[in-house]
């Protein structure tokens, strides 16, 4: 089992790298348009995918029961991320970050209305604290960085995104964690070649800064292969409750991040949304945060 040092930096630069990732992304499309960034990412990201397979030597099963969590799962990369590229021009990183961070409470309602799973009374209490925190961030006014329809478009991001978490876990494949992002890696790649012909007339008529392309390889390389190592490694060795907590984490971070590096400057009405939506999503966790406080890592 690895170190507590270790651990602790994993977690950390998990962490880190979600903070990021959101900005990496917005970056990307500078250069390019939004499905065309998406696409390519999964053109790169594929062949590494691969070959850190074939290096870790991990069997990929191609059976009935493993196509279909591939499937499934590639309803958190491609079927979610289609709409975070789409949001780019309508949010700023740190609200894309911050929507994102709804994903446990857009499962919560997806498991309850749709797998009759039971809400504690102070998770419903969560839920409706984060939507008035929304609802403030939608009503603040039509800023650069701030539009209702990237609000709409990041809530169908989250829910496909908590939606395959839901279906792989009923699929129950058995695959190994490496196996199931490959093969989910490989189906997101094949509906992205399906995108080409609605998107060709858009495709890059030049080479892209030195921004972009770092920011594309940035989302490849470290949110596509070294978050989802370091994500597994975590998902082994740590409670559940433990590594959930990234979730309140992580947005404030992004919004720093954004606001630090790419400007992006946010009225107050939208911090103190957020702040609700924060409020609401540590109430949402009460339970993991005591689990947090009496248990060692």
Not at 81 to 89: C, K, L, S
Not at 237 to 245: E, I, M, P, R, Y
Request: glycine share 6%; aromatic share 12%.
């Amino acid at each position: 089992m690895p170190s507590r040092i270790n651990l602790v930096l994993t977690y950390g630069l998990l962490v880190f790298i979600w903070a990021t990732t959101p900005l990496a992304i917005v970056w990307s499309v500078a250069d390019l348009h939004p499905m065309w960034a998406l696409v390519l990412r999964f053109f790169i990201a594929l062949p590494l995918a691969v070959s850190v397979l074939l290096l870790l030597k991990v069997k990929f099963p191609i059976h009935k029961i493993a196509l279909s969590s591939y499937v499934a799962g590639s309803l958190s990369l491609i079927g979610s991320q289609i709409f975070t590229y789409a949001a780019t021009p309508y949010l700023s990183s740190g609200l894309i970050a911050l929507m994102f961070g709804l994903a446990p409470i857009m499962a919560g309602l997806i498991g309850r209305f749709g797998f009759q799973q039971k809400l504690a009374s102070l998770q419903w209490l969560g839920m409706v604290t984060s939507i008035i925190g929304l609802a403030m961030i939608c009503l603040s006014g039509s800023q650069k960085h701030v539009q209702p329809i990237g609000i709409v478009l990041m809530l169908m991001s989250v829910f496909a995104y908590s939606l395959s978490i839901f279906l792989v876990k009923k699929i129950n494949a058995n695959v190994q964690p490496m196996a199931q992002a490959t093969g989910s890696i490989l189906v997101s790649t094949i509906l992205a070649i399906l995108l080409l012909p609605w998107i060709w007339q858009h495709a890059p008529t030049h080479f892209p800064s030195p921004k972009s392309l770092l920011a594309l390889t940035y989302t490849v390389v470290m949110a596509s292969l070294i978050a989802m190592f370091c994500y597994f490694k975590l998902v082994q060795n740590l409670k559940a409750t433990t590594l959930s907590l990234t979730t309140v984490m992580t947005p404030m971070l992004a919004i720093l991040i954004g606001a630090y590096l790419n400007h992006e400057q946010l009225s107050a009405q939208v911090f103190v949304g957020a702040s609700i939506i924060l409020l609401g999503l540590c109430l949402y966790f009460y339970k993991d945060f005591n689990t947090y406080r009496r248990l060692k890592i």
